[in-house]
């Protein structure tokens, strides 16, 4: 009697070590993902409830994170010799300002092109015409710090550095620079989709306006229309003045890792279908193809 009681006894020791083991996977990285991951790892859970997925915040990120979102186009010194980038979305950048911007009046019809959209955000003002006249159109330009994604992302689609964009810097979330420019009628930005419109109602968020791009007539109708439309046109057409960024998961090269190639696999193939809710571009076809064909082959004995 007293062996089985120590035999169970030992078989419930060991089941509560093992479970206790049982380390959760970590993502961590930018706040404006967060929404979106979570739904993804939800979503897997429902199909693999054995799951240990956990999203964690920027105030963990000094511990060991498993999975880091990278939103801007890696640099050399982003991922060290075991780490392996795979892409999983896409997202977008427009520049918004207030409503009762001047500016915004004085370019409603034509729109900006290329070289006087780096002009704004790049150098010292903008030269418009004016019932004839050229003036110089004052402005105040606002951007994240130098080393948050959205600016490096930014900068680098137009060449540039993120210490290049001009202007003044604001701390903390993407989401502060609408603040600032509701505050400073001469104020102008960029932001991500996801944050420029009501994800609820699909418009454009109160209080701001996209700044009128010179694009076609259907992608121009579409920014001041609906979310829906703008991702939809983004997915299969490309502008040179808006930036449309590959969001990437960095994670150690590891054939144990068996959990996180099989999530990857599952973002990539069956996740796609929530990006749009959250202000997310889906994957071309072909660079969806490639990624798992990535993870297939380097990781062939992961997902076995």
């Not at 330009?141 to 550095?161: D, K, L, P, T, V």
């Not at 829906?228 to 590959?246: A, H, M, Q, R, Y």
């Amino acid at each position: 009697m007293r062996t089985k009681i120590i035999y169970t006894i030992s078989i419930l020791m060991v089941f509560i070590i093992s479970v206790k083991g049982e380390e959760p996977i970590t993502i961590g990285g930018s706040k404006f993902t967060n929404s979106l991951i979570e739904k993804w790892i939800n979503e897997y859970k429902k199909e693999n409830p054995q799951s240990q997925l956990k999203l964690v915040s920027k105030k963990n990120e000094a511990k060991q994170i498993d999975i880091s979102i990278i939103a801007h186009q890696p640099a050399k010194t982003d991922l060290t010799d075991n780490q392996q980038i795979i892409f999983v979305c896409k997202y977008a950048l427009l520049p918004i300002t207030g409503k009762s911007n001047s500016f915004l009046k004085n370019i409603k019809k034509r729109g900006l092109n290329k070289k006087e959209f780096e002009t704004l955000f790049f150098k010292e003002g903008l030269l418009e015409e004016n019932n004839k006249e050229k003036t110089k159109t004052v402005v105040n330009i606002y951007s994240r710090e130098s080393q948050a994604s959205s600016s490096i992302a930014f900068a680098n689609y137009f060449g540039h550095q993120p210490n290049d964009i001009r202007g003044k810097k604001i701390l903390g979330d993407d989401i502060f620079l609408f603040s600032a420019i509701k505050k400073d009628s001469n104020g102008i930005t960029f932001n991500n989709l996801g944050y420029i419109y009501d994800l609820q109602t699909r418009k454009v968020q109160n209080g701001i306006s996209v700044l009128p791009l010179d694009i076609n007539k259907e992608a121009f109708s579409a920014i001041n229309n609906n979310i829906d439309d703008v991702l939809n046109i983004l997915e299969s057409n490309s502008f040179e003045t808006i930036p449309v960024i590959k969001l990437g998961f960095i994670f150690n090269i590891n054939p144990g890792n068996k959990e996180i190639i099989k999530f990857l696999k599952w973002v990539i193939a069956d996740g796609q279908k929530y990006n749009h809710d959250f202000g997310f571009l889906n994957l071309d076809k072909e660079l969806q193809a490639n990624q798992i064909e990535q993870l297939s082959e380097k990781y062939l004995t992961a997902t076995k």
